[in-house]
């Protein structure tokens, strides 16, 4: 039965961030292969990258390749421990911690190629 705790949300979080980190690749392996269609198709798209949701979006796609990672850590201690599944609510908070940091970390470092371009 959902009950809304800590272990259900990181399941939703675990889930949408890999979704999101396949269609980031899946974009990318787009934008790379372009090139066979000619240099200014390629330049096309490359400038649509550099439109604002695209640069938001890459503060929030490097948040969740951070999030991913460390929950995954997080799911092979459980699964590889016993001692794990104790402190898994612990070790949930500490991966939002950790993703929350590199999410503003991110946001501090793009913070110019977000507001001025390149």
């Known amino acids: 039965m959902y009950r809304g705790r800590e272990g259900q949300w990181a399941f939703l ?3 949408l961030s890999g979704l999101a ?12 292969g372009s ?3 000619g240099e200014r198709f390629y330049m096309a798209i490359h400038n ?10 890459l ?5 969740g390749v951070v999030y991913h990672a460390f929950n995954g850590l997080r ?3 459980m699964d590889f421990t016993g001692a794990g599944v104790a402190y898994q ?3 949930w908070y500490a991966v939002l911690l950790i993703s929350v940091a590199s999410f503003f970390y991110a946001l501090l470092t793009l913070w110019p190629r977000m507001v001025g371009g390149y």
């Open 13 to 15: 979080l675990h889930r």
């Open 21 to 32: 980190i396949l269609f980031y690749l899946l974009l990318h392996v787009f934008s790379i």
């Open 35 to 37: 090139f066979i269609f």
């Open 48 to 57: 649509t990258y550099d439109l604002w949701p695209f640069r938001i979006g």
């Open 59 to 63: 503060v929030f796609v490097s948040a």
């Open 75 to 77: 799911i092979i201690v």
């Open 89 to 91: 609510r612990q070790m």
